[in-house]
Structure formats: structure tokens, C-alpha cells
């Protein structure tokens, strides 16, 4: 390949890399009697002037780049291209922030990393000019990044600015970055496909990950993941008394040293920190885990003395309550003690409503031990923190939509399962520091000091409230229009705690809008890596120019007989949210007929519940999808996006998996 090109170079003092910008011309195999290499991938370089003097690039870089333009090219987009040249020496502290921080943004199309995580980097610190400098400057290039953009100083500026405010993280080490192993506890066999981001990320951070789980499930041909673990470790995770001692049994049997323990789901937290512990690995210990996984337990942690809220362990105890002289003040919600997704909770607006809620709460998974709490009708919230010894170091708030439960008339069997997130949030600034600074401090109450928190909260008195506009299907908040009372501050109510990362959706989210990945700074807890997770918790420069990320959730009736071909691989008690590998998303599928729309699909993925448990007759499944839609052009058009491919959505699941 001979490469001629136009350039441009642009320093930056804050930056560790000078910007090589370069607008190929249409390259070609052999120019007035260049040779190529034998194999086909040789790369000269050709300034502007025919007649100057060709200069070829190593095998390995000439490689690099051959293949990276041939993958830019591929998608008809003939723009800027973007390589990073360092000019200071360091270390590599992420493998790969191009791919986890750059490739979402708009005026990107393709991205890639030439450098391995944990190795060290050499600064050039030649001159960037004439085909002699341009070739020596690509030679050290560390990553680079391809616009449909041209070449001008508008797109220059563009470029500049998202680059800058995207890398505005110590993704370069001046010191070397140690080679660290963590273990994953997985209670049961998960999809790789789907779940693939989570270890994406561990590879990045050069870090080595074992994954413990029951069975074999994840041994030598399941390719092409087999390289995102180092191995597997077959263990017995029955939850019972013993399962902490069998969890940390299995790490100290494992023949090189393990740096760091972590789990994904709620029901390991409290085994996996024990465990920990025992091994001398970083951890809250299992005490705060005990606390937060336990609603009843937090609630009390926070209300001591309140009445508002009670537990019940029967039926017979609920109705002794509803006659006693201790009134219930409705609405109320009755929930389990412990769960997940909204499963097993109501609203109840009178008793004979509470009396059903009740009953079904006992009939789900988790419901031996039920809360009754109030309804607090307010905007809902997802708040996720980072917190180091007490300090946070990163706070954002996501608006949570109105589900079922609060919406309906009647509210018997509806259910408060997730609809609809946005990010940024549009409360108030007001609102949003007491959501932080309240849900801060119940975290450190229950005896945290370090660690990842997805946490769900209502505000009530808050200025806002969701309305259904006209035409629309899903609602947006809006102002009510009236100023706040000094008599009424803003109460912020927490609903849970999770001492860990968000779900994948969510965190999807997180990361394309402003750049933090929980999953990352789990990790990296875990294995006490302390530098990189101050690092990492730093997010965007936002500047006003953040993308507006929508996140859609939809629940689709569907069949056995409809889905059991989809789900041939798992037996049939492993259906309960399993995950649908990412190739099988109906997003694909429309991407042909409704690509205006998929477009703006960044990620999707999607599960399959059991019927009965959220509102649906018995036998049938539950398609749950989700989509996460980002706009550059504004939250009201992500919203429109979500309405239209929500309904198209539904239809494919309907008339592909209802048979």
C-alpha cells in the first residue's frame, strides 16, 4: 500500500500525545515503482509531492495501519484519521481508553489501541514533518482514531475538543503498572456474549481473571472468549453455611496467587467478602454486605424509631397489624427483605390491595420475610457513587421512569419493573446534592468506607414530576410549575442499596455518556489497586457537550415453544434471566428495515423471565428487553427514538418468539 496523504499536527501541553492528523488519498498496491512486501501489507508513505521521496513503515506497524485504514474504509467514510504520538515516556495504565472512552462519540467511526496493557511506552521526540518525521511519528504511534469528518479546522476543532475532554484521565503511567489476578465469583452459567464488556475490561487493565462458578461451563472450545479468562475454578457455591470457607478454599488451591475477590450478583456479596477476608484480600467485610442486602435491616438503620414501616413473617401477622391500633397510612409498598429487579414487590392503596400484594410477595422468590413501607410519590432516581475511604469520588444521578406500579388506576399485580433511564438527570442542582449527600451517608452507615454503589431513591417536594405529553407513550419530567415551601425540603428516600456495579445496561449507559466504567473500578478495588481507581473515577469534561443516553426496557409475552430453540444450549431451570446472546437481539434484525432509528442503538441486550412472577399467566415466559440509545442532538430526541423503536421492538418479539 502506498499512502499519500495532507496532515496536520497538533500540540497539546496537558495532553501525554501530540495529535498526527492525516487525510488519506486513495491508496494503491504499487505507485510509480514503489515495491510492496511480499505479503501484501507493506505500508509506504507519500507526501503531497509525487516526486518526494517514499518512506516504508516497519512489518509490524506497516501492518497496524494497513489493517486499521482497510476496517476505516470499509464503513465509505473517507475522512480525518487521528494518531496519537506520545511525547512523554510512560506506562500503560489501560490498554485501551480509545475503544472504552472515544469509539461511542459521534463523530467517530473507528478506533484502535496499539499498545498492550501494563507495557511501557517510548516518547518520539522528533520533528512531525516532511515524509521522513511523519513515518518515524507513526512508528510510535500509540492509537489511533478515524472520522467521517474532513480534514478542515472546524473538524479539527471538533475532533480536538472530544478527544481532550474524553482523555482527560492518567491513562499513562509515569510509574510501572504491577501485574494483578482477580477471581469472579459467578453463582451460575452466564453468557459470554452478553456479559463480554465486563471482561473487555479486565483485559484492558492487564489483569488476569479467574472465574469460579459450578461446573464446567466456560472450559477450553468456547471460543473466541477463551482468552478473556486465565482459567476456570469448578466450585460448589450452594448457598449455605459452608459456602464462604469452600469459596476461599478454592482460591488458596489455586496454584498462582489470587490478588482480589468480586461477584456480580447480590446473593454472593456477603460469602464473597467473608472469604475475602479470611484470605487478607481488600474488602468491606461481610458485616455492611449483611446490612445492605437486607431492606429491612437498612430501613431500621436509617429510621430507628419510625412506625411507619413494619415486617411481617405470615399472613397472620399482617392481619394483626390491619386490626390493631396502630394504623396503616396508605399507600404502602410491601416488599421482600432481599431480591432483585423489582421482583415480589406492590403497591397497595387499601387493605384488601395489601392483603393480595402481601400473599404474592410470600409466593415469590425471596418473599419468607415482607416489608411494608410507604409509597413515596416523587421522581425516582438510580444514584451510583465511588467512593475511597469515606471520600466520594464520583457521584452521578440518573432519572428512573415511572413503571406500572405508579401509574395504574389499579394498582392490584402491577408491577414496579423498570421502563425507562436517562442520563443526565434533569432535577435541579439543589436536588441532586441532597441526593448525593444523603445517599453518601446512609452508604457509610451501613459501614462502607470503599467500593462501587448502585443505589435507587425517590425525592419527595422536588420541583419536577414526569407528565405524558401529548402524542406521547412515554412520559418526561417537566416542572411543576410551583416553587418549594420552606415548610416542605426536599426529602430524599432511599429504596436499596447495591454494593456493587450497576446492571450491564446501566452501566452501558454510564460509560457512553460520561466515560466511567463501574465494572473497571470493581476490579480494581478488589485487587487494591488504588492508583488506577482514583484514575478511572474520573469521568468526561462534560462542558455542556455530553450525549443524552435513553435507556428503554421492555417486557414481551412469549412461549416455550416459541423460545426453546433460542435457548437449546441451557436447561430449562436456567431460563430464569439468562441472557440472549447479542446476536440473537432483534436489534439486528431491524437494523435492516429500521436503520434511521438503530443508529442510535449504542448497545442492547436482553433476558428471559418467568411469566407468572411479573404479572403474566402461567407457563408463558417473558421476553426483557433493553436498548441503550444515545443522541448527540438532545434528550427530547433520544426520547422520540425510544418511543418509535420500543413499539417496533415489541412487534419483532411478538411475531418471532409468541407461537
Request: charged content about 20%; overall charge negative.
Amino acid at each position: 500500500m502506498l499512502l499519500g496523504f495532507e496532515y496536520r499536527v497538533v500540540h497539546n501541553e496537558a495532553q501525554p500525545c501530540d495529535n498526527l492528523y492525516i487525510a488519506p488519498k486513495s491508496p494503491t498496491d504499487a505507485i510509480g515503482g514503489v515495491p510492496t512486501d511480499v505479503d501484501g501489507i507493506g505500508v509506504w508513505i507519500l507526501g503531497s509531492d509525487p516526486s518526494s521521496e517514499a518512506r516504508q513503515l516497519s512489518a509490524s506497524k506497516g501492518a497496524e495501519v494497513f489493517n486499521f485504514l482497510r476496517r476505516a474504509s470499509s464503513k465509505n467514510e473517507r475522512g480525518a484519521v487521528v494518531f496519537q504520538i506520545p511525547k512523554k515516556d510512560g506506562y500503560v495504565a489501560h490498554g485501551d481508553p480509545w475503544t472504552f472512552r472515544i469509539a461511542d462519540c459521534f463523530l467517530v467511526s473507528t478506533v484502535q489501541t496499539f499498545i498492550s496493557p501494563l507495557s511501557a511506552v517510548k516518547a518520539y521526540t522528533g520533528p512531525v514533518t516532511g515524509v521522513e518525521g511523519i513515518a518515524a511519528a507513526l512508528e510510535h504511534s500509540i492509537g489511533v482514531v478515524a472520522s467521517h469528518l474532513p480534514l478542515v479546522d472546524e473538524s479539527v476543532q471538533n475532533l480536538e475538543l472530544e478527544l481532550q475532554r474524553r482523555l482527560n484521565f492518567p491513562w499513562l503511567s509515569s510509574e510501572p503498572v504491577p501485574s494483578r489476578r482477580v477471581c469472579v465469583v459467578v453463582q451460575n452459567q452466564v453468557s459470554i456474549a452478553a456479559t463480554k464488556s465486563r471482561f473487555d475490561t479486565a483485559a484492558a487493565l492487564g489483569i488476569k481473571v479467574v472465574v469460579m462458578s459450578i461446573g464446567s461451563w466456560w472450559r477450553e472450545g468456547h471460543e473466541p472468549y477463551t482468552h478473556l479468562r486465565e482459567d476456570t475454578i469448578d466450585t460448589d457455591l450452594t448457598p449455605d453455611s459452608g459456602r464462604a470457607q469452600r469459596i476461599a478454599d478454592a482460591v488458596k488451591s489455586y496454584p498462582l496467587p489470587i490478588d482480589g475477590l468480586c461477584a456480580w450478583s447480590d446473593g454472593l456479596l456477603i460469602d464473597v467478602a467473608a472469604a475475602a477476608a479470611q484470605l487478607g484480600l481488600w474488602t468491606s467485610g461481610p458485616k455492611p454486605y449483611s446490612v445492605s442486602t437486607n431492606k429491612y435491616l437498612t430501613r431500621q438503620l436509617i429510621d430507628p424509631e419510625s412506625t411507619e414501616y413494619f415486617a411481617v413473617t405470615s399472613m397472620e401477622e399482617l392481619e394483626a397489624r390491619l386490626n390493631s391500633n396502630t394504623p396503616i397510612v396508605f399507600p404502602v409498598v410491601c416488599k421482600p427483605f432481599s431480591g432483585r429487579a423489582s421482583e415480589g414487590v406492590y403497591k397497595a392503596d387499601d387493605a384488601a390491595q395489601l392483603r393480595h400484594g402481601v400473599a404474592q410477595t410470600f409466593a415469590s422468590k425471596n418473599g419468607n420475610n415482607v416489608l411494608i413501607e410507604p409509597y413515596i410519590d416523587g421522581p425516582e432516581v438510580d444514584c451510583h457513587l465511588v467512593l475511597h475511604d469515606g471520600k466520594v469520588l464520583h457521584a452521578e444521578i440518573l432519572d428512573d421512569f415511572p413503571s406500572d406500579a405508579d401509574l395504574a388506576e389499579d394498582v392490584t399485580d402491577k408491577l414496579f419493573s423498570e421502563t425507562q433511564e436517562a442520563v443526565p438527570t434533569q432535577l435541579p442542582q439543589d436536588e441532586q446534592s441532597a441526593i448525593v449527600d444523603t445517599i453518601a451517608n446512609i452508604v457509610r452507615l451501613q459501614g462502607f468506607q470503599t467500593g462501587v454503589f448502585n443505589t435507587e431513591a425517590r425525592v419527595r417536594n422536588s420541583t419536577m414530576r414526569y407528565v405524558l405529553g401529548k402524542g406521547n407513550t412515554i412520559p418526561d419530567l417537566a416542572v411543576t410549575g410551583e416553587s418549594r415551601k420552606e415548610a416542605e425540603p426536599i426529602q430524599v428516600i432511599l429504596h436499596e442499596v447495591n454494593a456493587r456495579t450497576p446492571g450491564i445496561a446501566s452501566s452501558a449507559s454510564s460509560r457512553i455518556a460520561i466515560g466511567i466504567d463501574y465494572f473497571a473500578l470493581q476490579i480494581l478495588a478488589a485487587v487494591s489497586d488504588w492508583t488506577r481507581y482514583k484514575a478511572l473515577s474520573i469521568p468526561f469534561v462534560q462542558d455542556n457537550r455530553c450525549d443524552h443516553v435513553w435507556l428503554t426496557n421492555s417486557m414481551t409475552p412469549i412461549t416455550y415453544a416459541g423460545i426453546k430453540p433460542l435457548m437449546a444450549d441451557y436447561p430449562v431451570e436456567t431460563w430464569d434471566h439468562q441472557m440472549i446472546d447479542s446476536r440473537d437481539n432483534p436489534i439486528i434484525e431491524l437494523a435492516k428495515t429500521h436503520g434511521h432509528l438503530t443508529k442510535y442503538v449504542l448497545r442492547h441486550n436482553a433476558n428471559i423471565k418467568e411469566g407468572e412472577r411479573y404479572g403474566y399467566k402461567a407457563g408463558d415466559w417473558v421476553w426483557a428487553g433493553c436498548m441503550v440509545i444515545a443522541s448527540p442532538i438532545g434528550r427530547r430526541h433520544a426520547h422520540q427514538v425510544a418511543e418509535s423503536l420500543q413499539a417496533v421492538y415489541n412487534d419483532f418479539v411478538r411475531q418471532k418468539y409468541y407461537v
